[in-house]
């Protein structure tokens, strides 16, 4: 299974961005239990979502996870320049777990 | 607070072995799923072995299979990757992270990461 996410994407400071996470073995479901972390330089990567759209208790109310056309989706909202990271998906299938390729976030 | 501390890291030659280790604290060890992550210098994560909290069902990258085995020590509260046969793709940091479930089918994947420990194999 190879699973695809944007490489790039640029939002505007108070803006909203969609992140998606596509697998190649078909649409991505909640069985695939998606789950989505944030890495920042020379940080260990944090939790952010789990089963496509449970939040951890740390996780700030802006970041909300869903399932949108066949795939997983990250949405940020009212984007801050903290915001501005490495984001990667993670799905899970029968005893093997595969993170997407990751998306650089730039906030400018 | 959960911790998790890796330690184990090192230069090593092509063909050369490792065990990496990983302290927990600060929740039942035994009650949860561990795996080991890495990342290559500049690269993306890559899963690459898991374990369930009792140890007896483990689960392996096919980059990994035959050449890392994963172990726990439930009574010490640790986790471990053997490394054999080590190559110059694996270089990476090694990331132990612990997984949740909360049962009706919600996992909570790597919920928790350690900072990871160097393995850099070269000649």
């Known amino acids: 299974t190879v699973v695809t996410q944007e490489p790039s994407l640029t939002v505007s400071p108070g803006g909203t961005v969609t992140l998606t996470c596509a697998s190649s073995?078909?649409?991505?479901?909640?069985?695939?239990?998606p789950n989505w972390f944030q890495q920042k330089p020379g940080q260990a990567p944090r939790a952010l979502i789990y089963?496509?759209?449970n939040k951890h208790s740390w996780t700030p109310a802006r970041f909300s996870g869903s399932l949108l056309g066949g795939k997983a989706a990250l949405t940020l909202s009212r984007v801050q320049p903290e915001d501005e990271a490495e984001y990667y998906c993670l799905l899970y299938s029968g005893g093997t777990w595969v993170f997407g390729g990751g998306t650089k976030l730039t906030v400018l | 607070e959960v911790q998790l501390v890796e330690s184990g890291g090192g230069l090593l030659q092509p063909g050369g072995s490792l065990r990496l280790s990983c302290a927990a604290s600060?929740?039942?060890?035994?009650?949860?799923?561990m795996s080991w992550v890495r990342q290559a210098p500049g690269k993306g994560l890559e899963w690459v072995s898991a374990?369930?909290?009792?140890?007896?069902?483990?689960y392996y990258a096919d980059s990994v299979k035959g050449r890392f085995t994963i172990s726990r020590d439930n009574s010490k509260n640790t986790l471990y990757l053997q490394m054999n046969s080590l190559r110059a793709e694996d270089t990476a940091i090694y990331y132990c992270?612990?997984?949740?479930?909360?049962?009706?089918?919600?996992?909570?994947?790597?919920?928790?990461w350690g900072q990871g420990t160097l393995v850099t194999v070269s000649s």
């Open positions: 073995t078909g649409a991505v479901t909640s069985g695939y239990y």
């Open positions: 089963s496509t759209s």
């Open positions: 992270a612990k997984s949740t479930d909360y049962g009706s089918g919600i996992y909570s994947f790597f919920d928790y």
């Open positions: 374990i369930s909290g009792s140890g007896d069902n483990t």
């Open positions: 600060a929740f039942t060890f035994s009650s949860y799923a």
